[in-house]
């Protein structure tokens, strides 16, 4: 679908001198901006896991071996067979979309909401939760807009009072698909469980809380260098999200047709295809920790495309917050004291070091 509301997008990602209607040439048919020298692969290498024999009656340990491999090696795995209804899906990128072509106005004033973490942001929003810092650097704020969704917070979430938005219908989609990958995470983390030998009937375990489940629903707007103003060099590369691992223990990934993905394994990047009715679920930082390095936080990014704009709908589930995460490669810590220390990382350094700053050995010479 091609974007004909150019008042949706935040004012700098509109392009300044292009025709309202952004579409390829009529020789690119496929959705792959690959013109430059990152990720390739003609065949799908990311290693595919079948939900089914994972869990309940058909449960298969080769693939539960297999899914530890993938934890090990790549830190990330196609999902198939995994119970959510395509209907649900597809409504859900329906309204999804929708909501992102209100203007930009309507979507700043439909979600300023008194609740804390609801809330729709753009450009990088752990540096600039309000756009700020563009005025420092245009060219290193992420080309990304989003909905920060915390599941407990949905409530929150009322449709009465935004008339001129479909929340009515979006409401109970996001909580049918939060229990959804609710369940999904939690069966995931189970086996993942079983395979490091933790026991879970010992209830100081770290685990996965699932009332910590969060959805981000991204927009990335297509960039094309053509935007980029005489006095740039030119050869800069806009990100939709710049490389970084996630902060959780599993994100659960649904994304649309138009590629964008990547992930680094070995040193190389690969692209994470879209296929319909799969799901792509991430390790994330916390997951690293719990398993003593044994499985691993994959850094990944994300592409824009030049001609098309991308949907995503992300899901992310923490520990609880007071849970202490003990191994023998880390001080012992909580989501919360991570979360606090990524914040002021960012604050005085404008990245996150991330599990580093928690490491017996700490090679990071700046002390917390
Ligand atoms: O949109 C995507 O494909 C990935 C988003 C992502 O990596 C994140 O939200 O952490
Ligand atoms: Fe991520």
Redesign the pocket.
């Known amino acids: 679908m091609s974007n004909t509301n150019l008042e949706s997008y935040p004012p700098p990602f509109r392009p300044s001198s292009k025709p309202l209607v952004v579409e390829p040439p009529a020789d690119r048919v496929d959705d792959d901006d690959d013109d430059d020298d990152s990720a390739e692969s003609d065949s799908d290498p990311i290693p595919i896991i079948d939900f089914q024999s994972l869990v309940g009656l058909n449960k298969d340990n080769n693939d539960c071996n297999k899914l530890g491999e993938a934890c090990k090696d790549w830190g990330l795995f196609r999902l198939v067979n995994h119970g959510v209804p395509p209907d649900l899906l597809n409504k859900l990128e329906d309204y999804a979309r929708e909501l992102f072509y209100l203007s930009f106005e309507s979507k700043q004033a439909l979600f300023t909401t008194t609740t804390p973490n609801l809330s729709y942001f753009w450009g990088t929003p752990a540096l600039t939760p309000s756009g700020a810092a563009l005025s420092r650097d245009p060219q290193n704020i992420n080309w990304?807009e989003g909905l920060n969704i915390p599941l407990c917070q949905l409530s929150q979430l009322q449709p009465q009072q935004h008339p001129t938005a479909n929340l009515t219908s979006f409401r109970p989609l996001i909580e049918e698909y939060g229990r959804h990958l609710g369940r999904l995470a939690t069966a995931i983390f189970e086996v993942m469980s079983d395979k490091l030998y933790m026991d879970k009937r010992d209830k100081s375990k770290p685990s996965l809380s699932e009332s910590t489940g969060l959805i981000?629903v991204?927009r990335?707007p297509p960039y094309s260098n053509d935007d980029v103003d005489d006095n740039d060099n030119g050869d800069h590369t806009a990100w939709?999200?710049d490389v970084?691992t996630?902060s959780s223990v599993l994100?659960i990934?649904n994304?649309d047709q138009v590629s964008?993905?990547e992930v680094l394994k070995d040193d190389q990047w690969f692209t994470v295809k879209p296929v319909s009715n799969t799901l792509i679920v991430n390790l994330g930082d916390m997951m690293q920790a719990i398993s003593n390095d044994e499985y691993k936080s994959v850094k990944?990014?994300?592409k824009v495309n030049k001609y098309k704009e991308?949907l995503?709908i992300?899901y992310?589930v923490f520990p609880g917050e007071e849970s202490v995460i003990k191994s023998s490669k880390y001080k012992p810590f909580t989501y919360s004291d991570f979360q606090a220390q990524v914040q002021r990382d960012v604050k005085a350094l404008g990245y996150k070091v991330g599990l580093e700053r928690f490491k017996i050995t700490n090679t990071f010479t700046e002390a917390c």
């Open positions: 990304v981000r991204y990335y939709g999200m970084h996630d994100s990934l994304q964008g993905l990944h990014r994300v991308r995503s992300c992310f």
